[in-house]
């Protein structure tokens, strides 16, 4: 891929199509079902999510182009953090009034990750820390969301229990993230497409938004992004050392106490990068050293208790699917349509956004223009990933890039399998590298035809939109 063939930044016409289509959408589904409109602050996030993003991008990407690598970095963490900063204290003020705490909208598991963060800290307080310590890896069954209540522990203990404290290291590490997100895809597509990828997840309102809740997404998005950003580059670097490879393994590790299938998801992602990446990327001989050491580390650290772990979601995966379905199915009658061979083609894309008044639905609202983006976005990962696969060119081909693929279709692949394939939360960890992929489709996006597809999937969009909310009223009961 030679620079003659690349957008260098985000263009006009990717700019101004999605933000018209998305006015349009909320003037629709306002018209045709003005019973259930949106309250003006729901269209108010969503108006300054969808605009701040596509026109944050076009700008940024024109702006900074000129900018050098470390000017640029510099310009990338400080953006961000000024702008997850303002949303940790002004969603903490909306929570607050909203909700009557500090919370997120029917804060369940975000609730409960503070409260055990309190009882940690009293307990390392009291002097007393073996009691939760044994709670947590003695008497539980698992290491699977160990990590984040043990971290925020810890900081709950520094700062005296500081919802605030907490969720500006959230800023912080979101913030490291676009930075991280810019080397790796810089180091695998070019200097343009990383610091496209930088700027969209600087601006994409999922990840701003997460900074201001007390959930485990935006540490383990950090912690994930940087495993695949220092694998990368050991596994393109000419010589190693012990503290080149120490840190992927223990990075690889901490992933299994957030969340396991996402551990197992990120080994086996560089477990095939070592088989199957290109002697440009690294040559044989050190590729297959580099697999033995990383399989027999990763059977030292990862067998007994996570081997079984893992192979307990594994077997329960249809019980939990079947479970959860049913439970939706209570609210949503249409939801037994939404099989896996339905939805499984929409992998890139979904979930849809919620622009309508259902019960108990206010935090998709809060994120819809986070799903707008995302639905956007997926098109210029698809078309990255099929130039990628048709790509025979030894320098430029998927064999390349297969760390990072190897990670998206594998965790996707899971999330077809799982009882969350619609759950927002849960494409999260995906998602972060469908936009690198996103800022490669950009780049190749060149041909006129490939820029007619775009304006045609824009339409696409446009009317999934409009029946999705046709669809959670509908199925609710709450139109005929």
């Not at 018209?20 to 300054?48: D, P």
């Not at 600087?202 to 950003?229: A, R």
């Not at 083609?345 to 108990?360: G, K, L, Y």
């Not at 304006?455 to 046709?470: D, E, F, I």
Request: glycine fraction near 6%.
């Amino acid at each position: 891929m030679t620079p003659e063939y690349q957008n260098l930044y985000y263009l006009d016409k990717f700019t101004q199509t999605p933000v018209v289509v998305y006015i349009i959408a909320l003037l629709v589904v306002s018209f045709m079902f003005s019973e259930y409109a949106m309250h003006w602050y729901w269209w108010l996030f969503g108006i300054v999510g969808v605009f701040g993003f596509f026109y944050g991008i076009n700008y940024y990407t024109r702006t900074w182009l000129g900018f050098g690598v470390r000017r640029f970095e510099k310009s990338l963490f400080s953006t961000a953090l000024v702008i997850r900063v303002i949303a940790v204290f002004f969603l903490y003020w909306f929570f607050d009034t909203m909700t009557g705490r500090p919370f997120m909208f029917q804060a369940a598991d975000a609730f409960e990750y503070g409260e055990e963060a309190k009882w940690m800290a009293d307990c390392i307080r009291e002097g007393r820390f073996s009691v939760y310590w044994d709670y947590k890896f003695v008497l539980s069954n698992g290491v699977s969301d160990a990590g984040y209540p043990m971290y925020l522990g810890f900081v709950y203990w520094l700062t005296g229990d500081s919802i605030i404290a907490a969720r500006l290291l959230k800023a912080l590490w979101s913030s490291f993230t676009c930075v991280l997100l810019y080397r790796l895809g810089s180091r695998n597509f070019g200097e343009h497409v990383g610091r496209m990828a930088g700027v969209f997840l600087m601006l994409e309102p999922h990840f701003i938004i997460y900074s201001g809740m007390h959930l485990k997404e935006t540490e383990m998005i950090f912690m994930l992004v940087l495993f695949l950003e220092r694998a990368d580059n050991l596994l393109r670097s000419r010589e190693f050392r012990f503290w080149d490879v120490a840190p992927v393994f223990l990075l690889a590790l901490s992933l299994f106490t957030f969340r396991t299938v996402l551990g197992a998801t990120a080994v086996g992602a560089m477990a095939m990068a070592l088989v199957l990446s290109s002697k440009r990327v690294a040559n044989l001989g050190r590729r297959w050293f580099l697999l033995i050491v990383f399989l027999a580390g990763s059977s030292l650290f990862l067998g007994g208790r996570i081997a079984s772990e893992i192979d307990r979601y594994w077997n329960l995966r249809d019980s939990n699917q079947s479970n959860r379905m049913t439970e939706i199915k209570r609210t949503q009658s249409f939801a037994q349509y939404a099989t896996k061979g339905v939805l499984a083609p929409m992998i890139f894309t979904i979930p849809f956004p919620t622009m309508v008044e259902t019960p108990n639905q206010e935090n998709h609202r809060l994120q819809h223009a986070g799903y707008v983006a995302k639905n956007i976005m997926s098109f210029f990962c698809i078309l990255a990933i099929v130039l990628l696969l048709i790509n025979q060119d030894p320098d430029t081909g998927w064999r390349n890039n297969i760390l990072i693929g190897a990670f998206l279709i594998a965790y996707l692949l899971v999330l077809v399998q799982s009882a969350f394939i619609h759950a927002d939360r849960f494409h999260l960890p995906a998602y972060v590298i469908e936009l690198l992929f996103a800022a490669y489709g950009v780049a190749r996006c060149t041909r006129l035809r490939f820029r007619r597809w775009f304006t045609y999937w824009n339409v696409l969009m446009l009317v999934a939109w409009v029946v999705w909310a046709w669809f959670k009223l509908a199925g609710r009961g709450m139109i005929e």
